[in-house]
């Protein structure tokens, strides 16, 4: 998450501000990103960085499909990283 990090440091400032979370999910660490708005998947990575899936956002706010149960099966929130720009 570290190198995610600072890629948006080098990223203009989102609005509203990037955030990062971490859960537990399916006996696993993961990391989840929000994005700044609007019809934009937010990103699930596992712990070594890998894009698992998009649990939400898009045209019809329900991620890419391929995680659904995400939202009502984590654990654990913290949060990891927010933009302090």
Request: charged content about 25%; hydrophobic content about 20%; proline content about 7%.
């Amino acid at each position: 998450m570290e190198t995610k990090i600072r890629q948006h440091y080098k990223a203009e400032k989102a609005n509203p501000p990037i955030h990062i979370y971490s859960y537990q999910y399916n006996g696993a660490t993961v990391y989840y990103e929000t994005t700044p708005c609007c019809d934009q998947f937010t990103n699930l990575y596992n712990a070594e960085g890998k894009l698992i899936c998009h649990p939400d956002g898009g045209l019809t706010g329900r991620g890419d499909g391929k995680c659904p149960e995400f939202a009502d099966n984590r654990t654990e929130e913290k949060l990891v990283w927010q933009d302090p720009r």
